[in-house]
């Protein structure tokens, strides 16, 4: 499976985005779910997404929260963070969910939508000593539950096409993009041309119509 971006920047993303919780929530006294608003708003979202090096290799947990406030907001925050000595359960909850958007290659603001801070923040307890697998586990299903479409079916109904005109434009038979959208055939052990036609036709990456097994 493909992941979201090369495996040597992942330790660098989530102990960023870590201290980047850590630090908004209990230094800055900013709301978990009001920064997790600013943060998937924000382009640095989409930068740590792509694993981008020069905002991971440059940036502390403490500059990107402060960077994305400003950037959100226009406002500026310089609140000298706090010691910790202990890994709080904020610093997990960015931790955690960074590692996931590597492993499952989803958007923050999807994960998001599936699994609110305040649950991560529950989570901890039973799982910051646990192996990541059982979170990345209980996360899949999580994102099962919050999008019951395929991606497919979601990304073609939010475009406005019907089936049949994908079908048509595409060259991808009716009957397959049918099945695809109701789980009876693996869209991702389609053809690199069929989803090459249809991201083509609805203006998206072929990834973007994967699904995570």
Known sequence: MTRAYQEMYLSKAQSVLGDAFDYAVNTCNIPGNDFVKLFTASTASRRMENGEPSLLAGKSGIELAADIVHETTGKKIDTPPQEHFIRSKEYWAGWAIAYYQWFSSRKY???FKA?????????YYTL??????????I?????????KDTNLKRIRTAYGCSQAKLAKLSGVSLRSIQMYEQRKKNINKASVDALYNIAKVLGCSIEDLLENQ
């Not at 699994?115 to 989570?123: A, N």
């Open 115 to 123: 699994i609110p801070f305040g649950d991560l923040q529950k989570m």
């Open 109 to 111: 603001n999807d994960i």
């Open 128 to 137: 910051h000593e646990a192996d990541i697998s059982k979170f990345v586990a």
């Open 139 to 147: 996360a899949d299903e999580r994102i099962k539950e919050h999008f």
